[in-house]
């Protein structure tokens, strides 16, 4: 049972209304979202509709601020954001799902100048945005707006779409656009792409930047960016309307052949049952480098061939794809479709070329994942010389898993990475290479036969020897 100083809703209720006004005003005061989520509460209680009021004020504050956001304030900004999203989306459309509808709008409308004074780096404003997408295309269906009227919305908001907030808007609402809308937008897109773009005169063009053709001026971008928008937004429309040849048509017979894009074309003529077209399609693909993996078109290449009728094919693109990626989806979706025992005996021939690949690292991470530890230990044993220390990001979790049953393969992983963070003296390492000779420790008491390698304590005298200067590191350890 919960002790009465237990931070809960009902200890808390136990304290009564006024002492929690008195709270509530004290832990507010010099916390400006706090008082403001407060006035929201006050508003909604007093009147509903005063929310969307209060709501549409604070938008109007916002879009006007000009101030710039460091990290150190990007969490209350997101709090900020993320209060009014919930608001519109969580209570005004309670009350009105137009208005909250067309405060949902305005949100998505701050983007730009959010964007513009905040450094998003981490992505986490985008995420917010994101979400408000996706609670238009909810609001959508509750407020129905018109189909010709939605069209105009989003075919102006695809036109201020620098900063991406609006990518996938067509999706997202299509839903309530409807054939009619879909139509209307298309038309203006369509006008758009047959307009005529005048280039500036020399001495008007600003120049923004050097690439390998030259200079690049800013008309050029604005331009490009013009017609990725005409392009994606029609093949967003085609999608919508389940119209496979006017997707493919937006991409010149060159572009095509990109594998990705031909994996794309080659999913939808699928779905529209169009399999020989689409295999046709994926054997145009031009690939730069037969040593690359592109899973999309691998993926589509064996979902081709599956909707064919040919399953030998198929089997054979999966283990090939596994044998140039050691895709352990691959491998898994090969050995199912095999006959019973006959799975054995081609996953231990996997596992053997696995095990002998020229990358170690890779296939480390395929035996670990996979999991095959026993293998994954004798890998370390052969091949330790070959392990990179500065792949702790694949080194660490390996040891740790090693750790419960092969002690002597984590303990050399650990080494590997302490060797690589001495010699190379990277100081910022020290901390995470001490821990690892602490956990080195700790398993050498476990560790009875050292085989070929060093014991613990002639591993620990030859750092001494080797690195006995580095004390930013043996403070650490002490």
Sequence with gaps: ?????????????????????????????????????????????????????EVRKRLATIARSRSFVDWQNQRALIDDLEAQRSTIADK??????????????????????????????????GEVFYDARMNLGELAKLAQPSPEKLADQIYEALLRNSYSQYDGLIEVLSPSLGNEGLEHLKKRVVSLSKEITRRPPDKERRKVGHGSGGSIYEDEIQESSRKWMISSALRAIA??????????????????KSPVIAAEIAQRLLASSRAEEALKV???????????????????????FDALGRAADAQEARWQCFLKSLSIDHLRAYLQRLPDFD???????ALDYAQTIKNPHSALAFLINWPAQDRAALLVF???????????????PAAHILAGKYLLAATLLLRTMIDYSLKNAKTTRYRHAAKHLMECSSLSA???????????????????????KKSGFWSLVK
């Excluded at 049972?1 to 006024?18: C, D, Q, Y």
């Excluded at 709270?23 to 706090?34: D, F, Q």
């Excluded at 799902?97 to 986490?124: H, K, P, Q, V």
């Excluded at 476990?446 to 006995?468: C, M, P």
């Design 1 to 53: 049972m919960a002790a009465k100083s237990t931070l809960n809703a009902k200890n808390l209720e136990g304290l009564g209304a006024e002492r929690l006004a008195e709270l509530l005003i004290e832990l507010s005061t010099g916390n400006a979202a706090a008082k403001r989520r407060l006035r929201l509460e006050l508003a909604g209680a007093a009147n509903p509709e005063d929310v969307a009021k």
């Design 382 to 396: 052969e091949r330790s010389k070959e392990l990179d220390g500065n792949l702790y990001e694949l080194l660490t």
């Design 343 to 349: 799975d054995e005996e081609a996953l231990t021939k």
């Design 92 to 125: 005004i459309v309670k009350i009105d799902s137009t208005e909250a509808f067309e405060l949902m709008w305005r949100f998505l409308a701050l983007a730009e100048s959010i964007y513009n004074r905040c450094d998003d780096s981490n992505g986490r404003v």
């Design 239 to 256: 999608d919508a309307q389940g119209d496979v040849d006017a997707f493919i048509n937006q991409y010149d017979k060159k572009t095509r």
């Design 282 to 304: 994926i054997e145009a693909a031009e690939h730069r480098d037969e040593d690359w993996v592109t899973f999309e078109w691998e993926d589509a290449r064996i979902n081709v």
């Design 446 to 468: 476990s560790i009875n036969d050292y085989q070929k390698f060093e014991t613990h304590d002639a591993f620990v005298e030859r750092l001494k020897k080797e690195h006995g």
